[in-house]
């Protein structure tokens, strides 16, 4: 072989990260093989005693990963063999580095996934504890970027929390099918020795085993669904930091990060860019093509295991980091935003947000809604040609526009009272965010 080509076909650079899952599932499968008396305890007691070797070399540092023995499971075998002589070349009995790899991926997946969702429930309960200091603090809500009605920001940083607890869900579901052994596929049709599938699940803590031998070597779907969800998840941390850029921009200048999150410029003292939600804006599009790849790795592909499948690791392991990576900031940019409520009230009297509740007050005294809306059309055309608001306009003013409008209309085009009157569940009113975030903090 070349070393262009040794090169080429080696994974070792990147699947030594799965070192502790190889060596779990080793351990299962050798403890297994004895308690069928497929291998001796004296075999087993060896191979135990050099993977602790092994474990302490490489935690050291002082373990040779060498590139000749092209992957991990290789490399660790044969420094056991090393070690332990025989009873090291019996560990591969019954067992092929198909199922063996898609047992490490499983068990490296399902650690990777423990990990995100925590790092999730800490991400959703800082969005939880910054919407409650926000939960009545008055936010121009936007349809196409224009200024629609009065929200509250605690009200929409609860949209992200909604949206992120859909990604929890969608990788809980994920782990389920994750979690399960391929060993004892071996090769790719299962293997002549008496071997016991359900006792290396129970040991590995795997919720059963993969049904088909074929299936459990060659289908890497549930690393496809990680991806997919990740992408979800990235999609929507996306979208947040889309918004606390243009919240940063001084035109809107709703917020300020802290100085941490942030870089100047190399040119223009005065800058202060939002590089940390850009750059997370911008991952997102890896994780994109991450999905992209192992999808289309997977699609031409024959049963059972084709070498293809050593190019599932790397698009898996980076999505795995860049989520990990990304929650891990946002856990610590959340509650150093400082909201500027005096800039967001400005915002919203320059954009008629309460037109709506003047119709809805229309509404309720009688006319239909179509033409309360012409009518309130009318008002707002009037307070443009004045230059102020509606709530600035006067009750003269108002009532040439519709009779119907009494003195008590001045409360109904105040921000709060547009705010209070959403008081049903999933609304915006103030109440209504304390009590979505009370029943969200129950779980
Ligand atoms: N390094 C391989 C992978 O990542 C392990 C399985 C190789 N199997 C084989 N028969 N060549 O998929």
Same mark, same amino acid.
């Given at each position: 072989?070349?070393?262009?080509?040794?090169?080429?076909?080696?994974?070792?650079?990147? &699947?030594?990260?799965?070192?502790?899952?190889?060596?779990?599932?080793?351990?299962?499968?050798?403890?297994?093989?004895?308690?069928?008396?497929?291998?001796?305890?004296?075999?087993?007691?060896?191979?135990?005693?050099?993977?602790?070797?092994?474990?302490?070399?490489?935690?050291?540092?002082?373990?040779?990963?060498?590139?000749? @023995?092209?992957?991990?499971?290789?490399?660790?075998?044969?420094?056991?063999?090393?070690?332990?002589?025989?009873?090291?070349?019996?560990?591969?009995?019954?067992?092929?580095?198909?199922?063996?790899?898609?047992?490490?991926?499983?068990?490296?997946?399902?650690?990777?996934?423990?990990?995100?969702?925590?790092?999730?429930?800490?991400?959703?309960?800082?969005?939880?504890?910054?919407?409650?200091?926000?939960?009545?603090?008055?936010?121009?809500?936007?349809?196409?970027?224009?200024?629609?009605?009065?929200?509250?920001?605690?009200?929409?940083?609860?949209?992200?929390?909604?949206?992120?607890?859909?990604?929890?869900?969608?990788?809980?579901?994920?782990?389920?099918?994750?979690?399960?052994?391929?060993?004892?596929?071996?090769?790719?049709?299962?293997?002549?020795?008496?071997? &016991?599938?359900?006792?290396?699940?129970?040991?590995?803590?795997?919720?059963?085993?993969?049904?088909?031998?074929?299936?459990?070597?060659?289908?890497?779907?549930?690393?496809?669904?990680?991806?997919?969800?990740?992408? @979800?998840?990235?999609?929507?941390?996306?979208?947040?930091?889309?918004?606390?850029?243009?919240?940063?921009?001084?035109?809107?200048?709703?917020?300020?990060?802290?100085?941490?999150?942030?870089?100047?410029?190399?040119?223009?003292?005065?800058?202060?860019?939002?590089?940390?939600?850009?750059?997370?804006?911008?991952?997102?599009?890896?994780?994109?093509?991450?999905?992209?790849?192992?999808?289309?790795?997977?699609?031409?592909?024959?049963?059972?295991?084709?070498?293809?499948?050593?190019?599932?690791?790397?698009? @898996?392991?980076?999505?795995?980091?860049?989520?990990?990576?990304? @929650?891990?900031?946002?856990?610590?940019?959340?509650?150093?935003?400082?909201?500027?409520?005096?800039?967001?009230?400005?915002?919203?009297?320059?954009?008629?947000?309460?037109?709506?509740?003047?119709?809805?007050?229309?509404?309720?005294?009688?006319?239909?809604?179509?033409?309360?809306?012409?009518?309130?059309?009318?008002?707002?055309?009037?307070?443009?040609?004045?230059?102020?608001?509606?709530?600035?306009?006067?009750?003269?003013?108002?009532?040439?526009?519709?009779?119907?409008?009494?003195?008590?209309?001045?409360?109904?085009?105040?921000?709060?009272?547009?705010?209070?009157?959403?008081?049903?569940?999933?609304?915006?009113?103030?109440?209504?965010?304390?009590?979505?975030?009370?029943?969200?903090?129950?779980?």
């Amino acid at each position: 072989m070349s070393d262009l080509v040794k090169r080429y076909t080696a994974s070792v650079d990147f &699947d030594q990260r799965m070192w502790r899952q190889d060596i779990r599932a080793s351990l299962a499968h050798a403890t297994m093989l004895a308690r069928q008396n497929i291998i001796s305890t004296d075999d087993l007691a060896d191979i135990e005693r050099g993977m602790a070797q092994v474990v302490h070399e490489i935690e050291s540092g002082s373990f040779v990963w060498s590139l000749d @023995l092209e992957d991990l499971h290789l490399n660790i075998e044969k420094r056991l063999t090393t070690l332990v002589g025989d009873a090291g070349k019996r560990l591969h009995t019954g067992r092929s580095r198909n199922d063996q790899v898609a047992t490490d991926i499983r068990l490296y997946l399902r650690d990777a996934i423990d990990d995100i969702a925590s790092l999730l429930g800490e991400f959703q309960s800082r969005l939880l504890d910054l919407a409650e200091k926000e939960a009545a603090t008055a936010l121009p809500g936007f349809t196409h970027l224009q200024v629609a009605q009065p929200i509250t920001f605690g009200h929409h940083l609860l949209a992200y929390f909604e949206m992120v607890r859909r990604d929890a869900e969608r990788l809980a579901d994920c782990r389920r099918r994750t979690n399960r052994l391929p060993l004892g596929a071996a090769a790719l049709a299962g293997t002549s020795y008496p071997i &016991d599938r359900q006792f290396v699940a129970d040991l590995l803590g795997f919720d059963g085993v993969c049904e088909n031998s074929l299936d459990a070597v060659a289908d890497r779907d549930f690393a496809i669904e990680f991806c997919a969800a990740g992408a @979800l998840l990235m999609m929507h941390l996306s979208r947040l930091s889309e918004e606390l850029v243009l919240w940063m921009n001084p035109r809107f200048g709703f917020i300020k990060l802290a100085d941490r999150f942030c870089t100047g410029s190399s040119i223009m003292p005065q800058k202060r860019n939002p590089d940390v939600p850009e750059l997370a804006r911008g991952k997102t599009g890896r994780i994109y093509g991450h999905l992209m790849a192992l999808l289309t790795l997977m699609k031409g592909q024959p049963l059972a295991y084709n070498k293809d499948n050593q190019e599932d690791k790397e698009p @898996l392991f980076d999505t795995v980091d860049t989520l990990t990576d990304t @929650l891990r900031i946002f856990i610590e940019m959340i509650p150093s935003i400082t909201a500027h409520p005096e800039n967001m009230r400005d915002a919203l009297r320059q954009g008629f947000a309460t037109a709506t509740d003047l119709a809805d007050y229309l509404t309720r005294r009688g006319l239909p809604f179509r033409d309360a809306h012409a009518a309130v059309g009318l008002a707002v055309r009037r307070a443009e040609e004045l230059g102020i608001d509606l709530a600035q306009l006067s009750l003269e003013e108002l009532q040439r526009v519709s009779p119907l409008i009494g003195d008590d209309v001045s409360t109904v085009l105040t921000i709060e009272g547009s705010l209070a009157a959403r008081r049903h569940v999933g609304g915006t009113a103030p109440e209504q965010v304390l009590a979505a975030i009370a029943r969200a903090r129950c779980g």
